[in-house]
Nanobody, 128 residues
Framework: VQLQASGGGLVQAGGSLRLSCAASGRTFSRNAVAWFRQAPGKEREFVAA????????KYADSVKGRFTISRDNAQNTVYLQMNGLKPEDTAVYYC??????????????????????WGQGTEVTVSS
């Protein structure tokens, strides 16, 4: 299974980007998915997650109201729509998938240990 993240780039503050994470090798329509990010010199942190089936999502407080995680099961792709970007959003963004079909509880949706498949990362730079 491979996860290919794309869509990163350089954008001015206030702009938008849409990140994509395409999976190959298997489908993950019944798997929780998430985005994490790692800024230079910092630990990797949670950004957003979505369970399969319903619409249960979870966002970091820092991106709530600006970012939206979505999925297209037919395309086997997860998206992160990022609006109102700020310089502090600059980071390498990683997509992650939980290979087990058991849904994570809400409190665990933001934990790295919940996910065992990771993409290679795509870099986002927001200029002020």
């Amino acid at each position: 299974v491979q996860l290919q993240a794309s869509g990163g780039g350089l954008v001015q503050a206030g702009g938008s980007l849409r990140l994509s994470c395409a999976a190959s090798g298997r489908t993950f329509s019944r798997n929780a998915v998430a985005w994490f990010r790692q800024a230079p010199g910092k630990e990797r942190e949670f950004v957003a997650a979505r369970r399969w089936g319903g619409t249960a999502t979870k966002y970091a407080d820092s991106v709530k109201g600006r970012f939206t995680i979505s999925r297209d099961n037919a395309q086997n792709t997860v998206y992160l729509q990022m609006n109102g970007l700020k310089p502090e959003d600059t980071a390498v963004y990683y997509c992650a998938v939980r290979s087990r079909e058991v849904q994570p509880i809400v409190s665990m949706m933001s934990e790295e240990i919940t996910y065992d498949l990771w993409g290679q990362g795509t870099e986002v730079t927001v200029s002020s």
